[in-house]
C-alpha cells in the first residue's frame, strides 16, 4: 500500500465513525519548500498528525494553529502564508 492509500483509508474510517479529524492540504508552494504542492496530512483533536507530512517547522506550527479555530466548526480555511527574509 502507498501513502496516497494510507491517508485516504485514514479519512474514509474516520469519517465512518464520526472521529474528528483535519486534512491539512499543500495548495501551491514558491521556491524551495520540504512539501510540495499535493502534500496531505490528517490532523487528530489533540495536534498529532495520523498520516502523512506537511512539511515542518513554520508550516507545521501553522497548521496546528489553523486546526484549533477550524476542527471544532468543522469549518474550511484557505491559508497563505509568505515566506520570511532574513
Known amino acids: 500500500m502507498n501513502?496516497?492509500?494510507?491517508?485516504?483509508?485514514?479519512?474514509?474510517?474516520r469519517k465512518s465513525t464520526g472521529e474528528p479529524f483535519a486534512l491539512?492540504?499543500?495548495v501551491r508552494t514558491v521556491a524551495t519548500t520540504s512539501a510540495k504542492a499535493g502534500a496531505k496530512a490528517v490532523i487528530l483533536p489533540d495536534g498529532t498528525f495520523s498520516e502523512g507530512w506537511?512539511?515542518?517547522?513554520?508550516?507545521?506550527?501553522?497548521v496546528l494553529r489553523?486546526?484549533?479555530?477550524?476542527?471544532p466548526?468543522?469549518?474550511?480555511?484557505?491559508?497563505?502564508?509568505?515566506?520570511?527574509?532574513f
Open 3 to 13: 501513502r496516497a492509500t494510507d491517508i485516504l483509508e485514514t479519512i474514509a474510517t
Open 54 to 62: 506537511i512539511g515542518g517547522g513554520c508550516a507545521r506550527a501553522a
Open 73 to 85: 466548526t468543522a469549518s474550511r480555511a484557505l491559508s497563505r502564508w509568505r515566506r520570511r527574509r
Open 66 to 71: 489553523r486546526r484549533r479555530t477550524h476542527l
Open 24 to 26: 491539512a492540504t499543500v
